[in-house]
């Protein structure tokens, strides 16, 4: 077989999908119960169980479960209430980042969402990489793996890339498989609890000795306790996790409209969040009272799965070898889900900005980059649980302090603006304090920001060329007068218009005669694109025909005037079988301006911008309407 077709094969195999994500995003949704869809999105919520109560007790010590009884009150009375109302405003499962995108338009809403973007990448990438690095840490400590296996970054490295090799091939959403293992792990984590709960019942000195630990180190001042738990809790933020997937899976939740739908969804949100609290008091509070301290440190066998110490210690290596099965199963599936989280948002959002090249509508190309970036993430925090855990909450924080500032603004005139309000400066609070204790959360939030914003200008300054846009609509004044050229050769002229008089197009009619040499005889139409909104990357062109005096007019709105203007002329040739004609201006000024105007304004020096449009659109020359600069 020649290279030339094995590339070409390889080529299509890579691109398949990339033709088909508009028409999918269109497509309606298989859907399924909201208990069954909580199953799903609790893959990523109720895994952070394997790790979360030793990272709680590395942060806060013995006050662990005061510090996270107060994160199930923010759970509970903050995000809940917050997420319940994005879901309402966003059925479609977009979540706070298109309700901010739709409150600040044009390029502010852009650029938030740029930055965003940034955060949730963060967000998703550290979930794959610090879940594939708990998976390992589990794998590792169990007695029956052996000892050539102990190598956590290899491990971790060969488990994202199995992550990546499964979405490669392609990858359906299971939720019976979801539904499965969140109930084993959710049924083996209950046990746990319970044997520890009964332990602590059966010995209830380790309740005094704990207390005692807190009242010695606070001067038995309740206070001071409350106060520190209330400086700490923020480092606990990882059990907040799961909030934004329950809404991006909202397309899925069954109901009968779509009032239903978000109140399904709610139920979702609100099952989820109950029953994470529960689960999360009670194995901070177990594993503070059960576990030496000094085996929740780096090297210790509690760190980053400090439940499944307990499950090995006192329900033995079966037993705990099934509950390190299901924990690793379900941090995969909280890697699978972030997977699909990534590629459900980024073509959603930045090819639609232009932000993006052709590829990433694609999914494979999307997966093998985010594949290689979990890669260098892993070797970066040396596959270490603890050292993610600081990007993990920043990328979570800020997704939800966004969520609660949308709401705030939605709400902003009526009374529910100020229990919303609080609650966004307590999510303010908290992302503050937790780049404050681990900088490295926005270090690597600043550079996937960096980059995605670095990528999206660099591929909207290449695109910017495309025809961008998709359809021409003529109204029956404009095809009239396209109809009634009397030998349908069309001659436009380029015009911005002023105050719209009769005298303004005599003058421009008369200039552009004189300019391109052209006969009373000749027909002439005048072309104004009215500038829309230049951030939109693409849009359909609606076209009137306008008649001022004896002056037929063709006036539209477009995000760019060149691209316009091209798209019109390939509509007329189209219509007519004749090669039009477009007449221009020289313009006067710095060509380094206009290109940048040309990019971001939608404007600048049209008659080069919308021939180079046209070169790409048509190659060949002859077939080409034709563009007169004078």
Not at 164 to 173: D, L, Q, V
Not at 400 to 428: E, G, N, Q, R
Request: charged letters at 15%.
């Amino acid at each position: 077989m020649p290279k030339s077709l094995i590339l070409r094969s390889i080529k299509s195999w890579f691109l398949k999908d990339s033709e088909l994500k508009n028409q999918k995003e269109n497509q309606e949704h298989e859907t399924h119960s909201w208990w069954q869809v909580m199953c799903l999105t609790g893959v990523d919520y109720f895994s952070t169980l394997g790790y979360q109560p030793s990272i709680a007790f590395l942060a806060a010590g013995a006050l662990s479960p005061i510090a996270t009884f107060i994160l199930v009150l923010i759970t509970l009375f903050g995000a809940y209430p917050v997420y319940k109302r994005v879901a309402k405003h966003s059925p479609d499962g977009r979540g706070s980042i298109s309700i901010l995108e739709n409150l600040f338009p044009r390029w502010k809403g852009k650029a938030i969402v740029l930055l965003l973007l940034g955060f949730a990448a963060t967000d998703f990438i550290i979930t794959m990489t610090l879940s594939a690095a708990d998976s390992t840490a589990h794998i590792i400590e169990n007695p029956f793996v052996p000892a050539f296996l102990h190598h956590k970054i290899i491990i971790t490295l060969i488990l994202l890339l199995v992550l990546g090799f499964i979405f490669m091939r392609g990858m359906r959403e299971a939720i019976n498989i979801a539904v499965f293992t969140v109930f084993i792990y959710l049924f083996l984590n209950i046990i746990v609890i319970v044997k520890g709960i009964l332990i602590i019942a059966d010995n209830l000195h380790l309740i005094s000795q704990w207390q005692n630990l807190i009242w010695q180190s606070n001067h038995q001042n309740p206070f001071i306790i409350i106060g520190l738990a209330l400086i700490l809790f923020p480092k606990l933020a990882l059990g907040l996790s799961g909030f934004e997937t329950g809404v991006a899976v909202m397309p899925l939740v069954a109901g009968k409209d779509e009032e239903q739908k978000v109140k399904n969804t709610g139920k979702l949100l609100l099952t989820a969040a109950l029953i994470m609290s529960v689960l999360l008091i009670a194995s901070s509070f177990i594993t503070a009272l059960l576990i030496d301290p000094k085996e929740f440190a780096a090297g210790g066998e509690a760190n980053g799965r400090a439940l499944a110490y307990l499950a090995h210690k006192h329900l033995g290596l079966v037993f705990g070898t099934v509950y390190d099965i299901s924990t690793i199963i379900i941090l995969s599936f909280a890697g699978a889900s972030a997977m699909a989280g990534l590629l459900n948002l980024v073509p959603r959002y930045l090819p639609h900005y232009g932000m993006a090249p052709s590829w990433a509508k694609a999914s494979k190309p999307l997966v093998f980059v985010f594949t290689i970036i979990s890669f260098l993430v892993t070797i970066w925090f040396q596959a270490d649980v603890d050292a993610q855990g600081g990007a993990y909450a920043t990328g979570v924080l800020v997704l939800m302090t966004s969520a609660a500032l949308s709401v705030t603004i939605i709400h902003w005139k009526d009374k529910l603006k100020w229990p919303f309000l609080l609650i966004t400066l307590v999510f303010v609070y908290t992302t503050i304090l937790n780049i404050f204790e681990k900088p490295d959360g926005i270090r690597i939030a600043t550079f996937f920001i960096a980059l995605t914003v670095m990528t999206s200008l660099i591929s909207r300054a290449m695109r910017s060329t495309e025809l961008r846009i998709s359809n021409v609509y003529l109204d029956k004044e404009a095809e009239s007068l396209i109809k009634n050229d009397h030998d349908q050769i069309i001659r436009i002229v380029a015009h911005r218009p002023d105050n719209g008089s009769i005298e303004e197009y005599d003058f421009k009619d008369n200039q552009a005669r004189e300019l391109h040499h052209l006969g009373k005889d000749e027909q002439l139409l005048f072309i104004e694109v009215l500038l829309g909104d230049a951030s939109d990357f693409d849009a359909p062109l609606y076209v009137k025909g306008i008649q001022v005096g004896k002056h037929k007019i063709l006036r539209s709105h477009s995000p760019a005037v060149s691209n316009a203007i091209a798209a019109l002329l390939i509509y007329i040739g189209e219509k007519t079988g004749k090669l039009p004609h477009a007449y221009f201006g020289w313009t006067e000024g710095n060509p380094l301006g206009y290109l940048f105007r040309y990019i971001f304004l939608g404007e600048g020096d049209v008659a080069p911008m919308a021939r180079e449009v046209l070169r790409q659109r048509i190659p060949n020359p002859k077939k080409r309407p034709y563009i007169h600069v004078s």
